[in-house]
């Protein structure tokens, strides 16, 4: 699965709350490549490096506060929009930004002198990819006069070519415009026509008209919560629809599928008998924006509203009065930004250079204040991903609360307890945590090295937890667990087809004959993977149970510890 | 019944004939040349039409069916029809606002296959007549489907399974409505006008003054009045705005990146009498002044439906609900194809063709069809069709249909 973000200048909010949606109940969907163009593109870079939410939430109300202070709003002379850019995405896109989303971002652009549509997806260096990002955020007299250079040729906004990227056919498509995308905001109205501008579908209808001046006026902060909210809504109604809210245990018992059922085609991810997925998905559809967005949010409103001199700029004749005194307005605001570009030693070309220049220096040390007193209000609250890892946490533990209790005290108490060891003597961090919980749930991705080693390497410490992902619990307390040899012949000591072998059982959807051999098992295998498992999957698991109940008890009597134990599969009822 | 419609038509227009209709034909005369549309174009729709159906592998025929008097003087409807000589149950697809028989291409053949297929031009689209319609939305309904029904008996079909995408999902469920011994299977792609209006549109959204003065302006227009008032420029317009729909056609048709753009504008750039007709059946901004909420639970309870929308699609898609839930007794079969947007046709052909495919043999087996109880309609199902007294239309020679064959392709496949 693919993602694709629209590009929409200010609009972009949108695709804070759809990601905030995404990273809460669908990370699966993160994983593969994520295409945008011109705001698109940045959020889609900040999606794959995996950014605090919240900070960048708070940044990008940032950047409208100022846009809309000026006196030609975002037209100002003053504000310039690539700088802004540069500078937050200097700060917040990790030293080796470059390196994560190679290969994963794919950047529309449009070159300057033919109009043709460039995609970019491979970014050498930082600067690169910086560069690439600026590129496709640039309109001409809007961002400026001269397009940023990348890679020796002008180029400037993927959306004047194609807005809405789309790599192929299992794409995700984004838009903050009313329209035939995958997750756009369904208008009211029912108008019947759209127009396809440069890929991007847009109903002809009245919000779409307004959020058509949005695009480069920003609207209120209000406005802009609605809209991040609207986001996070849509998101979550197109995750509901299509059976794409999955709990942290679905994602496992479906690798467990794909181990015994690689031919299937269709991507039916939901298992309907899974109480977890039900209770998980009736409270998605009651959830709302987290805290952490929904308080930056608050503040940038009342920010905006409080205070006398707001109260004051907010009455009818004084807005009049800045109206009229706009056109005595615009020289003097022409002639600071002149001066503090002059003194900067900043012409109009260098502005595409990574240098910083006089005025922006001048905002940028308010608003590096300002934004710090957002991140410690920020750190406060809890992040994405703190609450995503407590989730699996909260889940792992209800379930052997629930097994302990029910059945097979010492089968059990002993997983877990080897759970809780390793918990305190591999304390996974955060991030790695939540990619694993994450990565059980796509198909694709042994493909990526990376993850891949890094999955090994925590698995190869946690095979207790392993044993977590490959239960079945539909309150028939069936619970299979492979452990896998690494244990007891380190790889060094295997042959490289062990090794392979045993990566095949870990992670692989191959599941042949011969791994089955191993075990000494009488049952037709190649029969069970002909049949369609989705159609009754409890009654595979009860086949299965059976045929191994002798395995599984002689292994639970055994004095043997578990990793010196070849292919073991263990069944407890 | 074709001679009232018209002589209401007539009244009905006459008095509708307010200061905006005056300005607008005023306008149309001043700029005449420029504006108007021209001998050359008919031919030109023809062969453009031609070189789309050039991908059609079946052999067809094309021709006029000449339909009478229904809502002007003379009605054609320009028909074409696959695999006719076939024993099944035929097949008969409406098209959408602003499309035209063309657009079917890529699944005549699949569809033709199985059992004979008719695919009409609607009054006052494509290649048909265009008569003006009565400015009362339901009399438009009315003749749309009075159309449709003496096209029927014209081409002298029985039975047989109604397929509408659209503004044609509205008529051939009118149809339904007033002639249940007539449709065997309804199949609903992505329909139209079904949904009642909001009441809270405006509430919730609170607009800025010039979004709604800009709507408001708009109102009076017909729903394609850019393409016409484009001129010239109309062909480059279709193109721009609508480079989707070409490129949908790109695995069928050669050059498809010129040809359905002009096959587009061609459609639409004649009088807008379809258009304006649908016009009058919409309220506000794409909202029908008659939804077909109000009357499905009138659709005979044995009259088996099949709704099929794509899951992107821009007209409601709670419609397969609506029947569900306004039908509790009665057959409803509800399919969303997956990554398709409202050209459902177009998106996902192959998935689409399986999905009515199905529902067609599902209506050969359904054997209910000749038991139906037709208690309340008057006309009693028959194996002839009624034979339309003379009195009824102002062409009365015409009950052979007169078949104005084009061309006929002998292609084989």
């Known amino acids: ?573 | 019944m074709g001679s009232e419609l018209n002589i209401a038509t007539t009244n009905s227009s006459f008095l509708s004939r307010a200061w905006i209709g005056n300005i607008f034909s005023m306008l149309w005369n001043w700029t005449g040349g420029w504006l108007s549309w021209t001998q050359q174009s008919d031919t030109m729709l023809r062969n453009v039409e031609k070189t789309i159906l050039s991908c059609v592998k079946t052999v067809y025929k094309r021709f006029y069916v000449d339909i009478g008097s229904v809502v002007g003087q003379c009605d054609k409807i320009w028909t074409i029809s696959l695999n006719d000589e076939a024993p099944q149950t035929p097949l008969v697809m409406l098209h959408g606002m602003g499309a035209g028989v063309a657009l079917w291409c890529p699944n005549l053949d699949a569809l033709a296959a199985t059992r004979p297929v008719y695919a009409i031009d609607l009054l006052g689209f494509g290649r048909s007549s265009r008569p003006k319609f009565s400015s009362d939305a339901e009399k438009v309904e009315a003749q749309w489907v009075e159309s449709v029904e003496e096209w029927r008996r014209e081409v002298k079909l029985n039975h047989f399974v109604l397929l509408g995408h659209s503004l044609g999902g509205f008529i051939a469920t009118a149809y339904a409505l007033k002639y249940p011994e007539r449709v065997r299977h309804l199949i609903l792609a992505d329909p139209w006008g079904f949904p009642e209006k909001p009441a809270n549109v405006y509430e919730k959204y609170q607009l800025p003054f010039w979004v709604r003065a800009v709507a408001t302006a708009l109102q009076p227009l017909n729903p394609l009045w850019a393409v016409r008032a484009a001129g010239p420029a109309g062909k480059w317009l279709v193109s721009k705005t609508r480079p989707d729909i070409s490129r949908k056609f790109m695995n069928y048709v050669p050059d498809a990146q010129t040809v359905i753009p002009e096959y587009l504008y061609q459609c639409n750039s004649q009088t807008p009498s379809g258009e304006s007709a649908f016009h009058t059946l919409m309220h506000g901004f794409g909202w029908a002044k008659n939804p077909m909420v109000r009357r499905v639970d009138k659709i005979h309870p044995d009259l088996p439906v099949t709704v099929l929308y794509g899951s992107r699609s821009w007209v409601d898609n709670s419609t397969g609900q609506l029947l569900t839930e306004h039908r509790p007794n009665s057959t409803t079969y509800v399919q969303v194809i997956n990554g398709a947007g409202h050209h459902i046709y177009l998106d996902k052909p192959d998935l689409f063709n399986k999905y009515v495919i199905e529902a067609c043999a599902r209506a050969d087996e359904d054997t209910s069809f000749t038991t139906r109880n037709y208690e309340n309609t008057e006309a009693p199902k028959d194996t002839n069709p009624p034979q339309k007294s003379d009195g009824d239309t102002l062409t009365s020679d015409n009950t052979i249909p007169k078949q104005t064959q084009n061309s006929t392709q002998a292609q084989t496949s």
């Open chain 1, 1 to 573: 699965m693919n993602l694709s973000f629209a590009g929409c200048g200010f609009l972009g909010i949108y695709h804070v709350g759809v990601s905030v949606c995404l990273k809460k109940y669908a990370p699966h969907l993160l994983l593969g490549s994520i295409s945008g163009a011109s705001f698109g593109a940045v959020s889609a870079c900040c999606l794959l490096c995996d950014l605090p939410i919240g900070e960048i939430t708070s940044d990008v109300l940032r950047i409208v506060g100022e846009a809309r202070a000026g006196s030609l709003g975002p037209f100002s002379p003053s504000f310039n929009i690539q700088n802004v850019l540069l500078e937050s995405m200097e700060r917040y896109l990790p030293a080796d930004a470059h390196k994560i989303v190679s290969g994963k971002l794919h950047i529309s652009l449009t070159r300057v002198y033919d109009g043709k549509n460039i995609i970019v997806s491979k970014f050498a260096t930082r600067e690169d990819l910086l560069q690439a990002l600026l590129a496709s955020c640039f309109v001409p007299v809007f961002s400026g006069m001269l397009p940023p250079k990348f890679h020796g040729n002008r180029y400037m906004d993927g959306g004047f070519s194609d807005n809405l990227p789309v790599l192929d056919e299992n794409t995700i498509t984004v838009s903050p415009f009313c329209g035939e995308s995958d997750i756009c905001p369904r208008d009211l109205s029912s108008q019947l026509f759209h127009v396809n501008l440069a890929n991007t579908s847009i109903e002809l209808s009245k919000q779409n008209m307004n959020r058509f001046a949005r695009i480069l006026f920003p609207p209120k902060p209000e406005v802009l919560s609605n809209m991040c909210k609207q986001g996070f809504d849509d998101a979550l109604r197109f995750l509901h629809r299509n059976n794409m809210i999955t709990c942290t245990r679905c994602l496992a018992v479906q690798s467990t599928y794909q181990l015994q059922d690689v031919l299937d085609d269709t991507t039916f991810e939901y298992d309907p008998d899974c109480e977890e997925c039900k209770t998980h998905r009736e409270n998605a559809l009651v959830d709302d924006l987290p805290d952490t967005v929904m308080t930056i949010f608050q503040n940038a409103i009342d920010s905006a509203n409080n205070g006398l001199v707001n109260w004051v700029m907010q009455q009818r004749g004084m807005r009049a009065v800045s109206l009229l005194t706009l056109p005595y307005r615009i020289p003097v605001d022409v002639m600071y930004a002149t001066f503090t570009n002059y003194v900067g030693g900043n012409v109009e070309t260098h502005a595409e250079q990574y240098t910083v220049v006089g005025n922006v220096r001048v905002i940028r040390k308010r608003c590096v204040r300002h934004n710090n007193t957002m991140t410690r209000f920020v750190a406060c609250t809890p992040k994405m991903s703190k609450s995503l890892w407590r989730l699996s946490w909260r889940i792992i533990r209800q379930l052997h609360g629930f097994l302990y209790s029910a059945h097979d005290r010492s089968e059990v108490a002993r997983v877990y307890y080897k759970l809780t060891m390793d918990k305190d003597e591999h304390r996974l961090d955060k991030r790695r945590a939540s990619q694993l919980c994450v990565t059980y749930g796509d198909r694709d991705i042994p493909t990526e090295p990376d993850t891949f080693e890094h999955i090994l390497n925590v698995t190869n410490h946690n095979d207790a937890l392993l044993a977590y992902y490959y239960l079945d619990s539909d309150n028939k307390m069936k619970m299979t667990e492979i452990y896998d040899v690494t244990d007891a012949d380190t790889d060094a000591v295997q042959s490289p087809t062990e090794r392979d072998l045993n990566k095949q059982l870990e992670f692989d959807n191959d599941w042949s004959g011969d791994l089955m051999a191993d075990d000494q098992d009488e049952i037709d295998i190649e029969e069970e993977l002909d049949r369609n498992i989705f159609s009754d999957p409890e009654s595979e698991w009860r086949s299965r149970a059976k045929s191994y109940s002798i395995d599984s008890a002689a292994s639970s009597e055994s004095d043997q510890p578990e990793s010196d134990r070849p292919i073991t599969f263990m069944h407890a009822e």
